[in-house]
């Protein structure tokens, strides 16, 4: 990465871990995904069971792939042909496994995360989860405030998991949210976390440069 860029992209990051240490959160920044990767393996002990949210972010840094050879446990519900209930089932054992893994769709610079979810599983598990919560989000994740964190969720992260999965809402298509009433629509469930929440222990951990939707 260019040296400029990388320098923006490290104060930006600083400015929201500023924010989110001061609302509860441990907050780690990294410079690249790889130190990503590495700093979350080092927050999961190898006999924890871990849960990973449907996420881009955590499948582009190679974690998913990492636990597994290093012998954790790991559940999650992106697998191929799975029939719905067995979706269900495995969305509930994510909730209950030592760690959850998520990657969010916004983060402000005040220091809030904003999800949109469809089922609720994603943000359910991020706020409550069994043990330990753990949130990798990339540079493009940063936004200014709420507002701009919930536009982004809806007119690029569900934009863009909709193309990704050929869901029938029309974002999917014109790569723009309508606040549509579409059967899929994948908008049902908004979370904006404020600060730490109470029961759960909960660390970010910021990359300088782009991962995910
Ligand atoms: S409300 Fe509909 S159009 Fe808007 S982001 Fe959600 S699914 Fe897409």
């Given amino acids: 990465m ?8 490290r104060k930006r990051i600083e400015q929201a871990a500023t924010m989110l240490r001061k609302h ?8 690249t ?16 069971t871990v849960g990973i949210g449907g996420s881009m972010t955590i499948r582009e ?16 519900h992106w697998h191929p042909g799975i029939s719905p209930d067995e979706d269900i089932a495995l969305r509930r054992q994510e909730l ?19 999800n949109i979810d469809g089922a609720g599983n ?7 989860s069994q043990g330990k919560s753990i949130v990798i989000a990339g540079v493009n994740k ?19 998991n909709a193309h990704r999965n050929n869901y029938d809402s029309p974002c999917g298509v014109t790569g723009k949210c309508i606040e549509c009433d579409a059967p899929g629509r994948i908008c049902r469930v908004t979370t904006i976390i404020e600060r730490r929440p109470s029961k759960t222990d909960f660390t970010v951990i910021l990359i300088a440069e782009p991962a995910g939707f």
Wanted: glycine content about 6%; charged content about 20%.
């Fill in 2 to 9: 260019d040296e400029n860029n990388l320098w923006l992209n």
């Fill in 96 to 114: 209950l496994c030592d760690v959850f893994l998520a990657s969010s769709n916004a983060i402000t610079l005040e220091g809030a995360l904003v």
């Fill in 24 to 31: 509860g959160f441990d907050v780690i920044t990294v410079d």
């Fill in 61 to 76: 840094i190679g974690i998913l792939d990492a636990l597994i050879s290093r012998g954790n446990h790991v559940v999650h």
């Fill in 122 to 128: 994603r943000v359910g598990a991020m706020v409550f």
């Fill in 33 to 48: 995904k790889d130190q990503a990767r590495e700093a979350a393996l080092e927050l999961i002990s190898s006999d924890a």
């Fill in 142 to 160: 940063i936004v200014k405030d709420l507002s701009a964190g919930i536009w982004r969720a809806k007119n690029e992260a569900a934009a863009l």
